[in-house]
T-cell receptor, first 112, second 114 residues
Framework: KQEVTQIPAALSVPEGENLVLNCSFT??????LQWFRQDPGKGLTSLLL?????REQTSGRLNASLDKSSGRSTLYIAASQPGDSATYLC???????????FGKGTMLLVSP | KAGVTQTPRYLIKTRGQQVTLSCSPI?????VSWYQQTPGQGLQFLFE???????NKGNFPGRFSGRQFSNSRSEMNVSTLELGDSALYLC?????????????FGPGTRLLVL
């Protein structure tokens, strides 16, 4: 059974810091991995989608990497801002369809 | 383009009742997936519908069911509610539900079972 683990569970940083969120998964036979953001009481917003054949994806200040063989992904956030405060979730796709297995998330707080 | 909408946004029920939640996908999207989010278990996949057919199902009891209509709108039903069913229920839509597509999530329906 696929298990997805995210470390740390919570992170508090001052504005302007660069930071890394970690995600690990037990089954390397994934189709892709996605990073989402969830604001309190709201749904999920997709940030980056990395296909299994890719090593990284970038969007603005965000960069996500994928190492299938080691079962790891990282989300790098550059020059963090208070508006980045949210819970960040990673999810892997095993089925080829839209079924996702999620980690429990990292709650990020960026202080001004 | 309007996003994924879910109704109602909040719901309070008592044990033993049943509940129906609704999800309207983004226009043109034919795949709808449902997830349950709780503090203890996190986000767990319930089921996925495509073209009115259930294509995938998660590990939930038969009290959880769903359906999809010809206009791609989807409903999920939970019968004989238990306290543990209290959760945020999220639906997500994509064009055809294949893994390469980004999924777009709705704001969720928060269900409280008393």
């Amino acid at each position: 059974k696929q298990e997805v683990t995210q470390i740390p569970a919570a992170l508090s940083v001052p504005e302007g810091e660069n930071l890394v969120l970690n995600c690990s998964f037990t089954d390397s036979a994934i189709y892709n991995l996605q990073w989402f953001r969830q604001d309190p009481g709201k749904g999920l917003t997709s940030l980056l989608l990395i296909q299994s054949s890719q090593r990284e994806q970038t969007s603005g200040r965000l960069n996500a990497s994928l190492d299938k063989s080691s079962g790891r992904s990282t989300l790098y956030i550059a020059a963090s801002q208070p508006g980045d405060s949210a819970t960040y979730l990673c999810a892997v796709n095993l089925s080829g369809y839209s079924t996702l297995t999620f980690g429990k998330g990292t709650m990020l707080l960026v202080s001004p | 383009k309007a996003g994924v909408t879910q109704t109602p946004r909040y719901l309070i029920k008592t044990r033993g009742q049943q509940v129906t939640l609704s999800c309207s996908p983004i226009s043109g999207h034919r795949s709808v997936s449902w997830y349950q989010q709780t503090p203890g278990q996190g986000l767990q996949f319930l089921f996925e519908y495509f073209s009115e057919t259930q294509r995938n199902k998660g590990n939930f009891p038969g009290r959880f069911s769903g359906r999809q209509f010809s206009n791609s709108r989807s409903e999920m039903n939970v019968s004989t509610l238990e306290l543990g069913d209290s959760a945020l229920y999220l639906c997500a839509s994509s064009m055809t539900g294949v893994s390469q597509e980004t999924q777009y999530f709705g704001p969720g329906t928060r269900l409280l079972v008393l």
